[in-house]
């Protein structure tokens, strides 16, 4: 096979060629408007990147107080008195219309919902993360699709002002999943749930041509001498994300089509006073956000696995069955959409799905085990990601433990569409994936930016955030287990007590994010500038500049180790200071082991 | 793996940008692939993973839409084996070989564009497009249009007072969602195809980068295929 490169084959130093560009992405463009523009119109992965972070921390805000109004209405349950009077309405009450504050609950829980699942949680680590870092870690100048990835911003963006706009129009009350006939009978009248619907259908495409944009990176991006198995476990992590993000959001985009079209044309495909079938609806809607719970998860797992091996200073433990964990997680994630249903299946149905969810727990444990034994005899350096990856590990344990009941029918039948369920997805959602999206931003943030944080003041946000998830949710696993239901603004009096001190946690949790947020926008404008290589980190990203430039490296960087290999590898752009060269002993036992 | 980038025109001396005669030079023979593919090759592979990427999310999307004709089927079988005596099989047979010519031209289409064959390839690429249209003037004209003037709608629009069934509305339900859909598909196919023709007018595709005819052609196979499903299907089986 003979191939005429045309660029390099008759220019040997071409790499040299874009000198001129050679600036910090950051680099302004000579005015305020230039800048904007070239941040608009940018196909800059990095650039990309960022705004992508900066629009889901500004949604996760929204959601975040959309779950504070949630808990401040639990505070009191809500009581109509024989004659009439209601008290305990803290949301909303109107004394002419007593249904009009339960109405601001519902659409509190469902904004909450909606806003987190769809435009946080799930583009949260791979849109943000994974754009700035995939490339950067692959070697590469950018994703395989640049413009592709400025398209699936904007319709990100599109989506999002859909859900915005819903807000502004007072929120719908259909709860996060859109249940038919509920959502298709509701809200007469209005658009609300119908661009609710649109929003969750656009940025599936967003989510799509991301997860699309990534496969093929993955695939034909690599640096030279980078085989599958010397890539870096996040983008292991995001390459089986996007695996799922591509396979499961097509069939939720039809689903959410054809809900478009029975709103809006009335024609009968869920509705049965139509002649549909709302557990068609359910099957449909399940089987893509099963999977995508572990779109939400496993791009956690991969930070998880960078900030443990790196801030261990460790080879990570079983780098072979962390990647092939992802991918069996994606694999299994196809096969029990059915445990979300089992009270509208036949009794065989639910015993299948039952025992396939059981599966679930052999890849995520091998993960745990791994990283646990990943710090076995580490170097530990107690740095605020670390502190973030360990605060995972003991969330993520307790959510996935949790997760065994709700599979087990018998139990499952005591717990189901309680508050043990909105604990145990809690544990896994938030302790899982927002807790790695800290790690990881934690983790990652000198380098995008160019600035060091506060360390001390973030070990102390951590702390909030750890306090006040667990007082927080924590008691919502005994309000489940005492059969307090889910979305009710009333309860009994005996579980009032419960209920104050997880709204109490709630408030410690949030004064936890303005705590993080507070470091960050100080860091922002006078941290100190930071390291090309502050953790001593041995993957590619970390031979970048600080912040990277704009075509990432100055010459296309060649493969010669592992990623995690600590013990025999002197980190790139070392500094003596900070972390000592590995012991001559143990690099020659490693040579010799080889030879 | 096929090899896209030997130069007919190319000369051993010298890039593009030394090149005196690169005016003279064709479109498609000054292309410089993007600056993050080290190689043109990886650039057309890439391209083309990621198209058969997008057609996999196509199939997935599709298949909503036939599992749910399969589950209504299971769930009114009456009903829905009397729809298809509703629609008329020369009709959609004649759409199926309107779309067949269509997928052969695209076809040919991806052809003239390696081999250089550049008046063929306008011709080829126009033909199908024009089949395109053609495709959606029989749905709309000779069967959505009269149907729906007869009653024959979906939902709570149906209206067909000579109805066998009390569940025909869900059948038209189906099969409202799914041409309609599909149609949908047609038009974007359309609109891809005659982005073509126009720069395949200006010289854009040759031997050496015809990834949009080829990645056009590829969509258009598709919607192609998702009809030969849909017209047994909906057309055929009583």
Same mark, same amino acid.
């Given at each position: 096979?003979?191939t =005429?490169?045309?660029s390099?084959?008759?220019?040997p130093?071409?790499?040299?060629?874009h000198g001129?560009h050679?600036?910090?992405y950051?680099a302004?463009k000579g005015?305020?408007?230039p800048?904007l523009?070239d941040?608009?119109?940018?196909v800059?992965?990095?650039?990309?990147?960022?705004?992508?972070?900066v629009?889901?921390?500004?949604?996760?805000?929204?959601? /975040?107080v959309?779950?504070?109004?949630?808990?401040m209405e639990?505070?009191?349950?809500v009581?109509i008195a024989a004659?009439?009077?209601?008290t305990?309405?803290?949301?909303?009450?109107?004394?002419e219309?007593?249904?009009?504050?339960n109405?601001?609950?519902?659409r509190a829980?469902t904004?909450?919902?909606?806003?987190?699942?769809?435009?946080?949680?799930?583009?949260g680590?791979?849109a943000s993360l994974?754009n700035f870092f995939?490339?950067?870690?692959? /070697?590469?100048k950018?994703?395989a699709?640049?413009?592709l990835n400025l398209?699936?911003?904007?319709?990100?963006?599109l989506?999002?002002?859909?859900?915005i706009?819903?807000i502004?129009?007072n929120?719908?009350?259909t709860?996060w999943?859109?249940y038919?006939p509920?959502?298709?009978t509701t %809200?007469?009248?209005?658009?609300r749930?119908?661009?609710m619907i649109?929003?969750?259908?656009?940025l599936?495409f967003?989510?799509i041509?991301t997860?699309?944009?990534?496969?093929?990176t993955v695939h034909?991006?690599r640096?030279?001498?980078?085989?599958?198995?010397d890539m870096?476990l996040?983008?292991?992590g995001?390459?089986?994300t996007?695996? =799922?993000?591509v396979?499961?959001?097509?069939?939720?985009?039809?689903?959410l089509?054809?809900l478009?079209?029975?709103r809006?044309f009335?024609?009968?495909?869920f %509705?049965?006073?139509?002649?549909?079938d709302?557990?068609l609806y359910q099957?449909?809607f399940?089987?893509?956000?099963h999977?995508v719970v572990?779109?939400?998860i496993?791009?956690?797992?991969g930070v998880?696995s960078?900030?443990i091996a790196?801030?261990s200073?460790?080879q990570?433990f079983?780098?072979r069955a962390?990647?092939f964990a992802s991918?069996?997680i994606?694999g299994v994630?196809?096969?029990?959409?059915?445990?979300?249903?089992?009270a509208?299946?036949?009794?065989?149905g639910?015993?299948?799905f039952?025992?396939?969810?059981?599966l679930v727990?052999?890849?995520t444990?091998?993960?745990?085990?791994?990283w646990?034994?990943?710090?076995?005899?580490?170097?530990i350096?107690l740095?605020?990601?670390?502190?973030?990856?360990?605060?995972?590990?003991?969330?993520?344990?307790?959510?996935?433990l949790t997760g065994?009941?709700?599979a087990t029918?018998?139990?499952?039948?005591?717990?189901?569409?309680s508050y043990?369920?909105v604990?145990?997805?809690?544990?896994?959602?938030?302790?899982g994936t927002?807790?790695?999206?800290l790690a990881?931003l934690h983790?990652?943030w000198?380098?995008?930016t160019?600035?060091?944080?506060n360390?001390t003041a973030?070990?102390?946000?951590c702390?909030?955030v750890f306090? /006040?998830f667990n007082?927080?949710?924590?008691t919502?696993f005994?309000l489940?287990?005492q059969?307090m239901?889910r979305?009710?603004?009333?309860?009994?009096d005996?579980?009032?007590?419960?209920?104050? =001190?997880?709204?109490?946690?709630s408030?410690i949790l949030?004064?936890g994010f303005?705590g993080?947020?507070?470091?960050? =926008?100080?860091s922002?404008?006078?941290g100190?500038?930071?390291k090309d290589n502050?953790? /001593?980190a041995?993957?590619?990203e970390?031979?970048? %500049?600080?912040p990277?430039t704009?075509h990432?490296?100055?010459?296309?960087p060649?493969?010669?180790?592992?990623?995690y290999d600590y013990?025999t590898t002197?980190?790139?752009?070392w500094?003596?200071?900070?972390?000592?060269?590995?012991?001559p002993?143990?690099v020659a036992?490693?040579h010799? %082991?080889?030879? | 793996?096929?090899t896209i980038?030997?130069q007919?025109?190319?000369?051993p001396h010298?890039?593009?940008?030394h090149d005196i005669?690169a005016?003279?030079r064709?479109?498609w023979a000054?292309?410089?692939h993007?600056?993050?593919?080290?190689?043109?090759?990886?650039?057309?592979d890439?391209?083309?993973?990621?198209m058969?990427?997008?057609?996999?999310t196509?199939v997935?999307?599709?298949?909503?839409?036939?599992?749910s004709?399969?589950?209504?089927?299971y769930k009114?079988p009456?009903a829905?084996?009397?729809?298809?005596?509703?629609?008329?099989?020369?009709?959609g047979?004649?759409?199926t070989v309107v779309?067949l010519?269509?997928s052969?031209?695209a076809?040919?289409?991806?052809?003239?564009?390696?081999?250089d064959?550049?008046?063929?390839l306008?011709?080829n690429?126009?033909?199908?497009?024009?089949?395109?249209?053609?495709f959606v003037?029989?749905?709309?004209?000779f069967?959505?249009g009269p149907k729906?003037?007869q009653?024959?709608?979906p939902?709570e629009?149906?209206?067909?007072?000579?109805?066998?069934?009390?569940m025909e509305p869900a059948?038209w339900?189906?099969y409202y969602?799914a041409?309609?859909i599909h149609?949908?598909h047609?038009?974007?196919?359309?609109?891809?195809l005659?982005?073509c023709y126009?720069?395949a007018?200006?010289g854009a595709y040759?031997?050496?980068?015809?990834?949009?005819?080829?990645?056009a052609?590829?969509?258009?196979?598709?919607?192609d295929l998702?009809?030969?499903?849909?017209?047994p299907l909906?057309y055929?089986?009583?």
């Amino acid at each position: 096979m003979t191939t =005429i490169d045309t660029s390099k084959a008759r220019d040997p130093h071409g790499d040299h060629g874009h000198g001129h560009h050679d600036l910090p992405y950051l680099a302004g463009k000579g005015g305020f408007f230039p800048t904007l523009i070239d941040w608009m119109t940018t196909v800059d992965h990095k650039k990309l990147g960022v705004m992508y972070l900066v629009a889901i921390l500004t949604l996760f805000f929204f959601g /975040g107080v959309a779950a504070l109004l949630v808990r401040m209405e639990l505070l009191d349950p809500v009581r109509i008195a024989a004659d009439g009077t209601v008290t305990g309405q803290l949301l909303y009450s109107n004394p002419e219309d007593v249904n009009a504050g339960n109405v601001w609950y519902n659409r509190a829980f469902t904004m909450h919902g909606a806003i987190m699942v769809f435009m946080v949680i799930v583009p949260g680590i791979p849109a943000s993360l994974g754009n700035f870092f995939l490339p950067l870690m692959l /070697g590469a100048k950018d994703v395989a699709f640049p413009r592709l990835n400025l398209l699936s911003w904007y319709i990100y963006l599109l989506g999002s002002v859909f859900g915005i706009l819903v807000i502004l129009l007072n929120g719908v009350d259909t709860g996060w999943t859109f249940y038919t006939p509920y959502s298709t009978t509701t %809200d007469a009248g209005h658009w609300r749930v119908v661009y609710m619907i649109l929003a969750a259908f656009i940025l599936g495409f967003s989510s799509i041509l991301t997860g699309l944009n990534f496969v093929v990176t993955v695939h034909k991006l690599r640096a030279p001498g980078m085989g599958w198995f010397d890539m870096p476990l996040f983008v292991w992590g995001i390459y089986a994300t996007a695996v =799922i993000q591509v396979l499961a959001t097509p069939v939720i985009g039809i689903t959410l089509l054809l809900l478009i079209f029975e709103r809006v044309f009335r024609v009968g495909i869920f %509705d049965p006073a139509l002649g549909g079938d709302p557990v068609l609806y359910q099957h449909f809607f399940w089987f893509y956000s099963h999977p995508v719970v572990y779109v939400m998860i496993l791009p956690g797992m991969g930070v998880i696995s960078e900030v443990i091996a790196v801030h261990s200073r460790k080879q990570i433990f079983g780098y072979r069955a962390i990647a092939f964990a992802s991918l069996g997680i994606a694999g299994v994630a196809f096969i029990v959409w059915g445990h979300h249903m089992f009270a509208s299946m036949s009794e065989l149905g639910s015993v299948v799905f039952s025992a396939l969810t059981f599966l679930v727990a052999i890849p995520t444990a091998v993960k745990i085990f791994n990283w646990i034994a990943t710090m076995y005899k580490g170097s530990i350096a107690l740095t605020t990601p670390m502190l973030y990856a360990l605060v995972f590990l003991f969330l993520f344990a307790i959510g996935g433990l949790t997760g065994l009941p709700l599979a087990t029918l018998s139990t499952d039948l005591h717990l189901h569409d309680s508050y043990f369920v909105v604990a145990h997805f809690h544990y896994v959602m938030f302790g899982g994936t927002i807790v790695a999206m800290l790690a990881g931003l934690h983790h990652w943030w000198p380098k995008m930016t160019g600035r060091d944080y506060n360390a001390t003041a973030a070990n102390i946000c951590c702390l909030l955030v750890f306090v /006040g998830f667990n007082v927080t949710f924590f008691t919502q696993f005994f309000l489940g287990t005492q059969g307090m239901p889910r979305r009710y603004a009333s309860y009994p009096d005996e579980f009032q007590l419960l209920h104050q =001190i997880s709204t109490l946690g709630s408030w410690i949790l949030g004064l936890g994010f303005m705590g993080h947020l507070a470091v960050f =926008i100080w860091s922002i404008a006078a941290g100190a500038k930071a390291k090309d290589n502050p953790w /001593g980190a041995l993957t590619l990203e970390w031979e970048s %500049d600080t912040p990277p430039t704009e075509h990432n490296f100055a010459h296309e960087p060649v493969l010669t180790h592992g990623p995690y290999d600590y013990e025999t590898t002197v980190p790139p752009k070392w500094d003596p200071k900070d972390w000592p060269l590995p012991d001559p002993a143990k690099v020659a036992a490693v040579h010799r %082991d080889h030879h | 793996m096929a090899t896209i980038n030997a130069q007919p025109h190319g000369e051993p001396h010298g890039g593009p940008g030394h090149d005196i005669d690169a005016a003279k030079r064709p479109m498609w023979a000054r292309y410089k692939h993007g600056h993050h593919f080290r190689t043109q090759d990886d650039e057309f592979d890439a391209c083309k993973t990621g198209m058969w990427l997008f057609l996999a999310t196509e199939v997935l999307l599709f298949a909503g839409l036939f599992m749910s004709y399969t589950f209504f089927r299971y769930k009114y079988p009456e009903a829905f084996a009397n729809g298809s005596n509703y629609l008329d099989w020369r009709w959609g047979g004649l759409n199926t070989v309107v779309l067949l010519i269509s997928s052969y031209t695209a076809a040919m289409a991806v052809r003239n564009a390696q081999l250089d064959q550049q008046k063929a390839l306008q011709r080829n690429l126009l033909i199908t497009v024009v089949c395109g249209a053609l495709f959606v003037v029989i749905k709309a004209v000779f069967e959505y249009g009269p149907k729906w003037a007869q009653g024959k709608r979906p939902g709570e629009w149906f209206s067909y007072p000579f109805a066998h069934d009390a569940m025909e509305p869900a059948w038209w339900s189906v099969y409202y969602s799914a041409t309609g859909i599909h149609a949908l598909h047609v038009l974007i196919g359309m609109a891809l195809l005659y982005r073509c023709y126009l720069r395949a007018k200006r010289g854009a595709y040759g031997p050496t980068h015809y990834t949009m005819v080829e990645n056009a052609a590829l969509y258009w196979h598709l919607v192609d295929l998702i009809w030969i499903f849909l017209f047994p299907l909906l057309y055929l089986i009583h």
